[in-house]
């Protein structure tokens, strides 16, 4: 299994910053993607972008692409997700998930962390 914490959510005003940080420990040889994926209330829950472990490849929804940056530390076994220029859209609970492949779509996820709320003041 792998088990995955997320932690760095919390309120910020629109247009502010947040990190938000993924660990991650147990069977790392069953990674090669890790995604952030996030949920509104009332709503489905939403890919917004992956890193692959191996060769560092991303990949970002067109709703955070040029102000979400994914990130790792290899030595940490973490995964980060810089959110800048933050709107009340990107309100929601947001989830770091394992993948044995690549992957872009939530069922190709194994493991799931608990998720951080991260909510964006108007």
């Known amino acids: 299994q792998v088990q995955l914490v997320e932690s760095g959510g919390g309120l910020v005003q629109a247009g502010g910053s947040l990190r938000l940080s993924c660990a991650f420990t147990?069977?790392?040889?069953?990674?090669?993607?890790l995604g952030w994926f996030r949920q509104a209330p009332g709503k489905d829950r939403e890919f917004v972008g992956c890193i692959s472990w191996p060769n560092y490849g991303t990949y970002y929804s067109d709703s955070v692409k040029g102000r979400f940056i994914i990130t790792r530390d290899n030595t940490e076994n973490t995964v980060y997700l810089q959110m800048n220029r933050l709107n009340p859209e990107d309100t929601a609970v947001y989830f770091c998930?394992?993948?044995?492949?690549?992957?872009?779509?939530?069922?190709?996820?194994?493991?799931w962390g608990q998720g951080t709320q991260v909510t964006v003041s108007s």
């Open positions: 147990g069977r790392t040889d069953r990674i090669y993607t």
């Open positions: 998930a394992s993948a044995p492949g690549w992957a872009i779509r939530d069922h190709d996820y194994e493991y």
